[in-house]
């Protein structure tokens, strides 16, 4: 059966018009399920017994079974298992301006990139619109406030999910769900040119961030096979068409590994790439694995390389390390669980 969840404003309008009923009802329904927050059907009180019957015949209240929770200083790591007994991960930060969290948009990723320990283990299925809801439903239950960021970032990459991430977005961003703004929102792609292309016409004002981690593409596609398909110098002119599309300023994540992409000289080709780019780079300190023989930059290079990008007039942010103490890289829990199994 479907999951409610995994319907988005219209797609209720659409449902009720299609029934008979007005389609103001659909306002009705998205009140108690993304502001009440009901476990029934039954707890509707302003819809006639024969329209929530219709609901129940129709739809699930799905919901996530939470498995795991690791905790460090300001930072929740959640392992759920779906209904098909697959397991994906998200992730509660708190910040100073609210709490935010990274969700998983796959079960597994087929990206491959060689670093990350979510590409180690091959993509099983995409996850439905309803689960990502669901990831937030589940995390905010356990924390009891509010998550007012979320970051598509987690296991899996977003843009290979496509149709089911756009619908997770605009159920999160109605006004009469969630109602968390687009601004609020940021979606990270490795780089797959016709989705960036088809997400530049969406009528949203989400963030984009692009996952870069290597100036060049020699050495982009050693770490990073879809580089073999939308090279660097295919994909740097279309996010150049993207922001005067959009005007929206992109990041650029890099992770930094000690003695593969973290020289002075990648800093130096990192800034002549995006040099003039209404963007910024995000410095991420790599986070290790037993299962993967990559190792962190030392924290002097870190800095020498920021200094670096400071020096050539890039804008750059070195990110927050969260979870150093628990399963912090992407895919790392879920890995422990399934390989222990």
């Known amino acids: 059966m479907q999951s409610i969840y995994g319907l988005t404003y219209k797609d209720l309008e659409d449902y009720f018009v299609t029934k008979g009923y007005k389609k103001y009802r659909a306002t009705q329904v998205y ?14 009180t302003n819809l006639k017994k024969e329209v929530i019957e219709e609901l129940k015949k129709d739809f699930e209240l799905s919901t996530l079974k939470l498995i795991k929770v690791e905790k460090d200083v300001d930072v929740q790591k959640y392992l759920f298992e ?11 930060m708190r910040h100073d301006y609210g709490n935010s969290i990274c969700i998983s948009t796959q079960v597994g990723c087929n990206m491959g990139c060689r670093f990350c320990e979510s590409g180690r283990r091959k993509k099983v299925r995409n996850l439905l619109a309803s689960e990502m809801v669901g990831e937030l439903f589940t995390v905010e239950e356990d924390l009891g406030e509010r998550i007012s960021h979320v970051v598509l970032m987690g296991i899996g990459e977003p843009f290979d999910n496509y149709d089911e991430v756009v619908s997770f977005i605009e159920i999160i961003n109605n006004d009469m769900g969630l109602a968390i703004g687009s601004r609020h929102i940021s979606v990270s792609t490795c780089g797959i040119i016709p989705k960036i292309k088809e997400f530049a016409h969406l009528p949203y004002q989400v963030n984009l961030a692009i996952s870069l981690h290597a100036p060049n593409d020699k050495l982009r596609s050693e770490l990073m096979p879809i580089n073999k398909v939308y090279p660097l110098k295919e994909l740097m002119p279309v996010l150049k068409d993207y922001l005067k599309k959009t005007n929206r300023r992109l990041t650029f994540e890099y992770i930094l590994l000690d003695g593969v992409n973290d020289t002075e000289e990648c800093a130096k080709e990192l800034a002549q790439l995006i040099r003039g780019i209404n963007g910024y780079v995000n410095l991420i300190p790599y986070n290790e694995t037993e299962y993967l023989n990559w190792h ?22 070195v990110r927050r390390e969260f979870g150093t103490n628990i399963s912090a890289a992407c895919g790392q829990l879920r890995s422990k669980k399934e390989e222990t199994l």
């Open 31 to 44: 009140e108690w399920l993304y502001r009440k927050k009901i476990k029934s059907f039954d707890e509707i």
């Open 296 to 317: 962190r930059s030392k924290s002097s290079q870190i800095n020498k390389f920021y200094d670096i990008l400071k020096k050539e007039k890039i804008s750059v942010t």
């Open 82 to 92: 779906l209904n098909d007994k697959e397991h994906i991960e998200a992730v509660l």
